[in-house]
């Protein structure tokens, strides 16, 4: 029987991934530039998503974000801009950092956060993790900031 991956959640398909590495770390590695300090994540011993060494203990990066950032990507034609050099200089939600954006997105969605307020730069983790996946592609910048692009298998979901 034919399985078509598009049909899937980016949920489910990063869970599977995840799941082969058990409860290892998995290294992250940056496709832009290279990273000064290993970067790892793993599962959420809750189960609600995934950790990294670079975020408190405390933070979890959940799947629910994932999701929304593809299909927020998806309804931007497939293209979304990172924001992570404006929300390591200080932008704030609604200004240079827009809901178009993955650092903008993420706080004014799911954390409550309001315009005008300052976020935290974790497009990095997102993308990076979502490329590892194959969902995205990151590229970098060509002047209006690095972004990714979602894989074509995945423009659906």
Known sequence: MFFNKTKRSVTKIMQEQVGKYGKNKIELRSSLRRLKEPTYFWAAEDGSGLKTNKLPESQTLRWEIFEGIVKKANSLGGKMYRGDSIARSGGKLGEALTED?????????????????????????????????????????????SFITVNKEYRNI
């Open 101 to 145: 954006m993955i650092d903008g997105f993420v706080p004014l969605t799911y954390e409550g956060a309001n315009y005008g307020d300052t976020a935290l730069s974790r497009s990095t983790y997102f993308s990076g993790i979502l490329a590892w996946a194959g969902i995205v592609t990151i590229h970098k910048s060509t002047g209006d900031g």
